[in-house]
């Protein structure tokens, strides 16, 4: 048998942008990945019927970090974004992949969570960070910077020293999706993981909804938490508000706003200073 270093049976291993150190594509946890929140003794998902249990088994958001990041409960997702983590795209060739799934990140007491749909191919898939990497993240970290939230201008790879302050970040579905269009069932078998970050935020007072999906995702959510949803349920909206109740904790705010995707940038759908304007609401409403 050939076991050569040509054979397709040794992982190619390439090295990291910034620290050089040689990773396979996609990234094995524990093995030293900048920020990779796992070990190699992580429990894994590997059904759907795991994610509810390893989710609500999560203490704090460290350890839901760690068993969200090597999830491997969606056939679909776990093959194609493996696959573009091996395959890679020329702009990037020679860099290694992150190839799995992408946790929450940003300040664990922040009280905004921004609210996105699903990692990029070549953003977060290959960075290992949510809305890193690609010109959407460039948008919304630039907009963070401009607000005060942000260390950096820009997000450019796990491990580059970028910070959050009062923001964490997050997606509904933590595997990139082909076309960037997850199914309704791996939308659902992803919610445990969504569902207890929510829970984990012990400051939360406004969710930021990147488009339809986001605003969708987000008031599921908030009924399975038991939380008050107003019926009819509020449509999504550029600049769109509504309050959701809790029980036994402040009420948080939802507002809406259009997707950071190239889409929209570009035809100017989305320009800064709408983006900013949506930003400066919910820093007032995580104020008050």
Not at 9 to 14: A, D, I, K, S
Request: with cysteine.
């Amino acid at each position: 048998m050939d076991n050569g270093p040509d054979s397709p049976l040794v992982p190619q291993m390439l090295p990291h942008p910034l620290t050089g150190q040689l990773f396979t594509s996609p990234v094995a946890p524990g093995t030293g990945w900048p920020e990779d929140p796992a070990s190699a003794d992580t429990p894994v998902a590997r059904r759907a019927a795991a994610v509810p249990k390893l989710a609500r088994g999560a203490q704090d958001l460290a350890e839901l970090e760690a068993r969200q990041s090597v999830c491997a409960a969606c056939p679909r997702l776990v093959d194609w974004r493996e696959e573009v983590a091996r395959t890679g795209r020329r702009a990037y060739r020679g860099q290694p992949y992150w190839g799995r799934p992408i946790p929450g990140w940003g300040d664990r007491s922040g009280r905004i969570l921004v609210v996105g749909l699903a990692p990029a191919a070549h953003g977060g898939n290959r960075t290992g960070r949510v809305f890193t990497g690609d010109r959407s993240g460039d948008w919304i970290f630039a907009a963070l910077h401009r607000a005060g939230y942000a260390g950096q201008e820009r997000s450019e790879i796990a491990g580059d020293g970028q910070s959050l302050r009062d923001v964490r970040i997050a997606a509904p579905v933590r595997c990139a999706p082909p076309d960037n269009k997850p199914l309704p069932v791996e939308r659902d078998t992803c919610a445990p993981w969504f569902d207890r970050e929510i829970e984990l935020l012990p400051n939360l007072r406004v969710m930021l909804a990147l488009g339809a999906f986001a605003w969708d995702s987000t008031l599921r959510a908030a009924r399975r938490g038991g939380w008050t949803v107003p019926v009819p349920r509020p449509r999504f909206g550029h600049g769109a508000q509504v309050e959701l109740l809790r029980e036994d904790r402040p009420g948080v705010f939802l507002i809406g706003c259009y997707h950071v995707s190239q889409q929209n940038t570009f035809t100017g759908r989305l320009t800064e200073a709408m983006l900013d304007s949506v930003l400066a609401q919910a820093g007032v409403r995580a104020r008050s």
